[in-house]
Every structure is written in C-alpha cells, then in structure tokens.
C-alpha cells in the first residue's frame, strides 16, 4: 500500500495542533489540589485558575504544556513587597522572609499560656523590647499566616497570605461567644491588593504554607517579625515551639487526640476545605454537624447495642464493612481513617463498654453554634467528616427502626434561623 509523503497527504488533527503557535492566557491560580484517585478513569482537576477575562478554567495535569508560571509577574510581586516593606525590611530576601510566615498550629500555640512566655523569651533573644504596657502577644503583630476567606467572593481565591495587624485576647467580661476566643485582624494580599478584614477566629487560619508559589515569602514584613521568627526557628526556640504545637494539639477527649496522633505520625495536617467541595446539609436544620450528633448522642445506649450484635469473632469483619465508607479517599487520609475506627470500634473499646466513642458523641453534640458551623465547612478528609460518613450507616439502621429520630422533616421548608 502506498502512503504519499507528508507534503501530498491531509495532515492529522495530531499534526495540525503541533504546528499552531502555542498559545497561553494569564490568570490566577485560585485553588491547588492533590492528585487524588477516585477510580481507575477519574482524577480531579490539579488546578483551578481564574483567567483575566473572568471565566474560570480546570487544568487536569500538573504539566508545563498545560500550566507554567509566569517568572515576570512573580519578579514584580517580589520587587513591590521589597519596596511596601519600607524601613527595617530592606535587603531580606525571600529566604529570610520565611521565618516570618506562621502556621496556624503555631500560631495557636504560642498564644497558650506557655506559647506567651515562649514569646517572651524569644524576643529576649532577638534583641526585641517591649514597650510599657505591651504584651507577649503584640509581638506577633507583622507575622505572615495564610488565611481563608470568612466569605468566599466569586472572584477572590479560597485562601490567601495576610499579615496580622493586630491579636484581640479572649474578652475578660464574657461578651459573645466569638469575643472570648483569640481574633486576628489581618490584612489580606489578595492580587497584591491589600485588604483589612474584620477579626477572625483561629480557626480561619491554614496549614498549607510555603506551597505552590510560595505567596507567603512576597508579602511585605518587617524585620522585627523576621527576627523573631529566626528565635523560633532554631536552637531551644524550634524545640519549645514543636513542644507546644504536640501539646496544644491534644484536647483530652481521646478520639481526637487518637486522630492527632495519627496524622502527626503520617506527617500531614488536618485536612482543609477546598472552594468547590460540597458539604453535607440537611434542609431546614443550620447546622448538620448539630442535627446528627444531638441525635446520635441521644441515641448511644442503642448504637452501641447495635455495634455489639455481631459476636467477638465477626467483629473485625463488621468494623472492616465500616471501614469501607473511606475507601474512596486517597492513601495517606483512608489509612488514617481506618487506623482511628478500627481503634474507635476495636475489641478493647468494645469490652469496655465504647467509652471513647461515648466520650467523643457527648464533645461533638455539647459545642457551640460557631464550632458546629466550622465543622459543616471541614475538609471532605477531616476527622469532622469522617465521623459524619462512618456514622451514616448506624443512624440510618437506627432510624428504620424507630429507635432514633430522624432528622429530616419534609414540611419544613426553611431553618429556624430564617423562617
């Protein structure tokens, strides 16, 4: 068979597309995710960008055919920071600014009561003073952390680097519920646009720094929050801070210390929300995380009863059936997950009557409105999540059989927040 030379014959779609001129559209890059493998054909996307013309795009591969950075626009943003910075900052590089930026376990444990005379301590090495009337907790004042927005804006990313402004104590005079928990005024960089945001909780507060991009390092600080953040950065600093960030993560209700420990030993965080993952709501109820546990901690006496049906022997096999409600996440989170239920549901807890899932239904159904609404907003790999999916199946089985109330009622129409 003859095959005509490639001047002579019509060229592929393959062929055609090699020979255009590559073309890129600029944007932002406003979610970053994982690969994580769902089944043998699925994967989500690696990238969410926000391009300049406002339509969003979905870049599947993490590739340099598919996405690049633009060297141009990160060496501008890096030039505009040095010269925000003003007075004290100039000559510190990028690498210096790191010691600036602050995770949010660190941040919260250096506002324990040992983290302030960590605080106080440090600043001593640094050569910092201070002033009449001013407290350990100032010093953090000019810290870069990553935060993520209260109120996601259709144009704004999920999560951007803001520098702490100024740190509110917990209200001596009772107050709100919000005014008794450590707040943060922050200003956001967002485009390199600054933003003054309102106080927030903590619990706003990410992780995930010093990641794609780094966006931390190009905010402007100052060197006293630089020189600061080297005294926590190594020598008897770094050992006191790690210390306190391993304590502070413990709450002393043992699942969730159990889940600490666990993802302490995998080396990962918490899991954070993403911007487009869909959380679970129940109709006409303003909080869902609330609805399931004032229900199920209502019913424990009969949950248990049911996760001791079968005997010793089949137990493993019925606590494994369980199991299998995470066998969709990735690798790290699954094994994380099945670790903490098979020591939640094991034979040791079982004999004892499950008292640290006891323990841990009368924590989640006691909290406040605030931390019922967080848990709602949990990352789809969180310990709130993981509770919320391994229970499902029980409640259900509960509910079928009149022995717990079920929580959804097809005649309300709107949550009483707004009816």
């Given at each position: 068979r003859w095959v005509?030379?490639?001047?002579?014959?019509?060229?592929?779609?393959?062929?055609?597309?090699?020979?255009?001129?590559?073309?890129?559209?600029?944007?932002?890059?406003?979610?970053?995710?994982?690969?994580?493998?769902?089944?043998?054909?699925?994967?989500?996307?690696?990238?969410?960008?926000?391009?300049?013309?406002?339509?969003?795009?979905?870049?599947?591969?993490?590739?340099?055919?598919?996405?690049?950075?633009?060297?141009?626009?990160?060496?501008?943003?890096?030039?505009?920071?040095?010269?925000?910075?003003?007075?004290?900052?100039?000559?510190?590089?990028?690498?210096?600014?790191?010691?600036?930026?602050?995770?949010?376990e660190e941040v919260e444990a250096l506002l324990s009561k040992d983290g302030l005379c960590l605080l106080r301590d440090a600043a001593e090495v640094a050569g910092l003073t201070l002033g009449a009337g001013c407290r350990p907790w100032q010093l953090l004042c000019g810290c870069v952390v990553r935060r993520r927005a209260a109120v996601l804006l259709p144009d704004a990313p999920l999560y951007s680097p803001a520098r702490i402004r100024e740190v509110l104590p917990p209200s001596e005079d009772?107050?709100?519920?919000?005014?008794?928990?450590?707040?943060?005024?922050?200003?956001?960089?967002?485009?390199?646009?600054?933003?003054?945001?309102?106080?927030?909780?903590?619990?706003?507060?990410?992780?995930?720094?010093?990641?794609?991009g780094d966006e931390e390092r190009a905010v402007a600080v100052c060197a006293r929050a630089v020189r600061l953040g080297r005294a926590l950065s190594f020598g008897e600093g770094a050992r006191r801070l790690d210390r306190l960030v391993r304590d502070t993560a413990r709450s002393g209700i043992a699942a969730i210390d159990k889940w600490s420990e666990l993802l302490h030993e995998e080396g990962v965080y918490e899991d954070e929300p993403v911007a487009d993952d869909a959380g679970h709501v129940i109709v006409g109820e303003w909080s869902a995380h609330a609805n399931i546990y004032a229900r199920m901690h209502g019913a424990r006496a009969y949950l248990f009863e049911l996760l001791s049906e079968s005997d010793e022997?089949?137990?493993?096999?019925?606590?494994?059936?369980l199991a299998k409600t995470f066998d969709t996440w990735h690798s790290t989170r699954r094994k994380i997950a099945h670790a903490w239920l098979r020591w939640l549901l094991g034979l040791e807890q079982r004999r004892a009557g499950y008292p640290a899932l006891d323990e841990f239904l009368a924590h989640e159904a006691a909290l406040p409105p605030d931390e019922h609404i967080a848990r709602d907003d949990a990352g789809r790999f969180s310990l709130a999540r993981g509770g919320l999916y391994f229970l499902d199946g029980p409640a259900g089985i509960l509910v079928e059989d009149g022995l717990m109330a079920s929580g959804i009622d097809p005649a309300r129409e709107a949550c009483p927040l707004c009816s």
């Open positions: 005509p030379p490639k001047s002579y014959r019509r060229k592929t779609p393959r062929e055609r597309l090699r020979q255009q001129p590559e073309r890129w559209a600029a944007g932002r890059v406003t979610q970053v995710r994982p690969p994580k493998r769902v089944g043998p054909d699925a994967m989500l996307p690696a990238y969410q960008v926000l391009l300049c013309d406002g339509l969003f795009e979905y870049v599947r591969h993490d590739h340099d055919a598919f996405i690049r950075r633009d060297e141009a626009w990160e060496s501008a943003l890096a030039q505009a920071a040095e010269r925000a910075a003003g007075e004290g900052a100039e000559g510190l590089c990028l690498d210096a600014k790191g010691f600036a930026v602050l995770t949010a009772g107050g709100t519920p919000p005014e008794q928990q450590w707040r943060l005024r922050l200003t956001a960089i967002v485009d390199g646009v600054e933003r003054h945001e309102p106080p927030a909780p903590l619990r706003f507060l990410s992780n995930d720094t010093g990641g794609t022997h089949e137990h493993d096999a019925a606590v494994a059936g």
